[in-house]
């Protein structure tokens, strides 16, 4: 299994979007601490992390909604820090949609362009072409009280893409609709946004969309970027434990380092030796690390099998759960509890008693 | 703050509100405080005059508040917790009490209780003595209940019904529920309402002007003051004392509420049901309201036939005469005046609150907080109070080439902002600011978001500020009786003459025509809401 990743990672094109060193303070309390990043043109950046983390006030604050304390924020090489918020060519999606309740579909999506004296003919021409371009042909019209949750969250967006931003900013534009029609969505704004090669900056709290949506992820934690990086890198390895805990679920089994031969690191867990070949970064000897493993990175196995080149930890399994594409077994090997997922439970008869938990040795990562 | 230097015409427009605040709240009010300057206290308080006056106030206002609070209760309560039958013509009755000026009730009280009135003379050929403070309590009492009523029912329902469900459920009777779950969460609020039924009876100047006779409170002494000594500083003084109690009041009212309560005539939404009361209160409640419903009737009624009579009530031939009286001349003119001077007061004073509204909600300029004190403070200045400042503020000769006109317009334009005002804010507040948002990142300005989205989607806030405004302005006497010349003559101070005149006739017709104006009003605001509603379902 390669662990080089897929994702084609964002082109080495100088920063569109740069924020440095911005710090934001709400009565005395830092809800953004110095946080830096870039964000290369045409590519589509998220900032996930729990409520409260910062995310949305980062976002909030390149919007122009918030002043910054402190840091410098450029667009297109250009320092925007003091230019209104109207003259940014950020537009945003809200959470709540915020379409206009007193216009139209047609009017909410040509506003924008009235607002820059867009000619009338070109302003309905590249209304007309925006909402076939979000599917909403036939809906000019209607109120958007008509519209179901779906069709308000394509009228925001064409609301905001019709006016050609320099970056489109977008708050949890999912957050409000039913779990089917967020996933519908979610592939709809990754095709638009490859289409149009724009630069979307997308906050959200939901690491699946961040996973599947972006080119690159600032993970955020109490007003910080705790990492940043491709979804790959995320995912996989993450340099914190709140970091492997935030995206997905995980093993996180405290060990100390006894011996490094090369790219093989030998492992003390409890009493247990266990040697394996983990991915970047390479600890000390001697020093406590946490041995950081994807469920579904794990194999079950009948009690005693050996299997070639793979760590066999003996366990008991002492709850399941069916999840419907795979089944979540916790197995105790000494006295802790690890998560296994194995995927396709229809295929085999579901594990119980004594059972070998199989953990290849490449699919390890440590956190130092 | 940096939001208001990189948008200088909205530093404009803040300044040109706060220009406008300082120059028509807070310097006429100023002038009369500082009127009689520190001898001019030190003589008034020595000379005594003023605490016959403050004591009769007080008893004024701790009789009838409780009494008028009392009644309202029993409305409010059987309005919103019973089933009891006749419910909407209950609430129609308790709405026109709003829209009449409160001294209608004195007028109507002389009508049908004084030396020749008809219950008094024509029934039982009495001649007693109506005025001092039996008759103020009384006339105020039911000039008022209806306001604490209003009050009180948008306080219990708002108390929330699932609450009620919730300790019904857990096994608590009605009158348990009401007494551990409903009053204990609307206490502030009904507070609230005691507090500001208090200060409608402590500045209110028609009905004591009327029957009060040798028995003056504050208001009708800082009038006399003026109107039959001539003596200013005497006045001034008088009314600040009003005032600190006005203010007084007030502050502690804000304290309970945040600001939020205030008589405005809107559409109120039904909440979900509550739990059933015992069908005997039902009932009681129904007779209860009965009677108060009577009550107001009565005095309509006694105005309504006085009107169309020819001299009510020893010649009770049906007439038009009056109308015609009120119509034409001088009269008529008058009317005329009271619908123009509220027209353009109400417009301008509803856009000019929301706007207001929208710079305080809305801003994050240093100086909003007393802004919004400013802006909301008029609703605890007494009216007489007011027409005083305006009258030292305004009445120059240096302002002669304005129309006096203009002065009432501005004198009902500030002192009712208050109304527009707490309609905007509690607008704004149901509008998220992603909506603002929204326009602003679409590349509009502040000032033109507010133009484009948040005023089309404020209309309903607009329209209960401007009807609201209208009304109260239109049936105003306090805040007129000191601007008006005689060009500019309204209908309540045409009334108010009237009756001083026992020209009954006149009177009650001009007061019918008033109250039919207000309720003209309402009817367009009922009818434009209503078109809103059929839109919005038309847009599903």
């Known amino acids: 299994m390669a662990s080089a990743s897929p994702a084609v990672a964002p082109a080495l094109s100088p920063a569109h979007l740069r924020v440095s060193h911005v710090t934001k303070r709400f009565a005395g309390v830092t809800a953004v601490d110095d946080v830096s990043f870039d964000v290369p043109k045409g590519s589509f950046a998220t900032l996930l992390g729990p409520s409260g983390c910062g995310k949305t006030t980062t976002l909030r604050t390149i919007a122009g909604f918030y002043d910054p304390d ?100 977008l708050d949890e534009p999912l957050s ?32 699946e969309e961040a996973l599947s949506l972006s080119d690159w992820i600032a993970v955020m934690n109490a007003g910080r970027v705790e990492q940043a990086g491709t979804p790959w890198d995320i995912y996989y390895h993450p340099r914190t434990a709140f970091l492997a805990d935030f995206v997905g679920a995980v093993n996180l089994v405290p060990a100390s380092v006894i011996a490094i031969e090369g790219a093989a690191v030998t492992l003390g867990l409890g009493d247990r030796r266990i040697t394996l070949r983990p991915t970047a970064p390479t600890p000390t000897a001697g020093s406590e690390v ?79 | 703050m940096r939001g208001l230097t990189r948008e200088p015409p909205l530093l404009l427009a803040l300044l040109g509100v706060v220009a406008l605040v300082l120059a028509f709240i807070v310097y006429p009010q100023v002038q009369v405080v500082i009127a009689p300057g520190f001898d001019g206290y030190a003589a008034f308080l020595q000379g005594g005059t003023w605490v016959t006056p403050l004591r009769n106030s007080l008893e004024v206002v701790a009789l009838s508040t409780t009494t008028a609070v009392l009644l309202g209760f029993v409305y409010a309560y059987a309005m919103v917790y019973t089933d009891m039958r006749w419910k909407p013509f209950f609430r129609l009755v308790g709405i026109l009490p709003l829209l009449s000026p409160p001294f209608v009730v004195a007028a109507a009280y002389i009508l049908l209780f004084g030396p020749r009135g008809i219950v008094t003379y024509g029934i039982f050929g009495q001649t007693p003595i109506i005025f001092g403070l039996m008759g103020i309590w009384a006339v105020q009492t039911i000039a008022f209940f209806p306001f604490a009523y209003q009050l009180i029912a948008d306080v219990l329902s708002r108390s929330d019904a699932r609450m009620e469900q919730a300790a019904r459920n857990l096994g608590a009777g009605p009158w348990q529920v009401f007494r551990t ?20 009876i402590l500045e209110d100047f028609g009905n004591p002007q009327l029957i009060g006779g040798v028995f003056t409170v504050l208001p009708t002494q800082a009038y006399s003051l003026i109107s039959g000594f001539g003596d200013f500083t005497g006045a001034a003084a008088v009314s600040t004392i009003l005032l600190v109690l006005a203010l007084g009041l007030y502050l502690a009212k804000l304290r309970l509420d945040g600001g939020r ?66 119509a034409t001349g001088s009269n008529g003119d008058a009317l005329r005046n009271t619908i123009v001077f509220g027209t353009v007061a109400a417009a301008l004073s509803a856009v000019l609150a929301l706007f207001a509204g929208w710079l305080v909600q809305r801003g994050d300029w240093p100086g909003r907080r007393a802004l919004d004190f400013l802006l909301i403070m008029p609703a605890a200045i007494p009216g ?45 507040r149901q509008i998220d600011r992603s909506l603002d948002e929204a326009a602003t990142s679409l590349g509009a300005s502040k000032l033109r978001g507010f133009r484009d989205v948040l005023f089309p989607v404020l209309a309903g806030s607009l329209r209960v500020g401007f009807v609201t405004t209208f009304v109260r302005a239109v049936t105003t006497l306090s ?62």
């Open chain 1, 70 to 169: 402190e840091g410098d924020i450029e667009l297109g090489g250009r320092r925007i820090n003091d230019l209104p918020a109207h003259r940014r060519g950020t537009a945003m999606v809200f959470q709540d949609y915020a379409l206009f309740p007193h216009m139209s579909v047609r009017d909410n999506v040509a506003y924008g362009l009235r607002l820059a004296r867009v000619g009338r003919d070109e302003r309905d021409r590249r209304v007309k072409d925006t909402l076939a371009f979000v599917g909403l042909t036939g809906l000019e019209d209607r109120w958007p009280n008509q519209l179901s949750g779906g069709q308000q969250q394509r009228v925001a967006v064409a609301r905001a893409l019709v006016i050609e931003p320099q970056v489109l900013l």
């Open chain 2, 479 to 540: 805040v007129v009786i000191f601007l008006f010349t005689p060009p500019t003559t309204v209908a309540t101070i045409r009334i108010y003459q009237l009756v001083n005149d026992l020209n009954w006739g006149g009177a009650t017709a001009f007061t019918v025509a008033d109250i039919s104006l207000a309720i003209a009003a309402l009817l367009v605001f009922a009818l434009l809401a209503r078109g809103r509603l059929a839109l919005g379902m038309a847009r599903g």
């Open chain 2, 384 to 428: 007489i109070f007011f027409g005083i400042g305006y009258l030292t503020a305004f009445n120059q000769t240096w302002l002669d080439w304005v129309d006096r006109g203009w002065i009432i317009v501005l004198s009902m334009i500030f002192w009712n902002i208050p109304v527009g005002y707490q309609a905007a804010v509690a607008g704004l």
């Open chain 2, 261 to 326: 309560s205030f008589v405005t005539i809107s559409g109120r939404a039904s909440s979900m049901p509550r739990p059933p009361v015992p069908p005997g209160l039902s009932w009681a409640c129904f007779a209860g309201c009965l009677a108060l419903a009577g009550l107001i009737l009565m005095v309509y009624g006694a105005l309504v036939v006085s009107a169309f009579t020819i001299a009510f009530p020893t010649n009770v031939t049906f007439t038009t005469t009056n109308f015609q009286f009120v």
């Open chain 1, 290 to 368: 946490r041995l950081c493993v994807r469920p579904e990175s794990l194999l079950l196995g009948a009690a005693g099998s050996v299997a070639d080149g793979a760590v066999v930890l003996p366990g008991t399994v002492v709850r399941r759960s069916f999840l419907g594409d795979a089944m979540r077994y916790w197995v105790k090997v000494d006295d802790r509890e690890w998560i296994v997922d194995q995927p396709d439970p229809g295929a085999a008869a579901a594990l119980d008693g004594a059972v070998s938990l199989i953990l290849r040795p490449e699919r390890a990562h440590l956190i130092v």
């Open chain 1, 176 to 207: 409000n609709l039913d779990a089917k029609l967020r996933e519908q969505l979610r592939v709809e704004l990754r095709v638009m946004q490859r289409r149009l090669g724009m630069t979307f900056v997308y906050v959200t709290h939901d690491q």
């Open chain 2, 181 to 200: 779950v409903t009053l204990p969460l609307s206490r502030p609020g009904l507070g609230a309402a005691i507090l500001t039924t208090a200060i409608y």
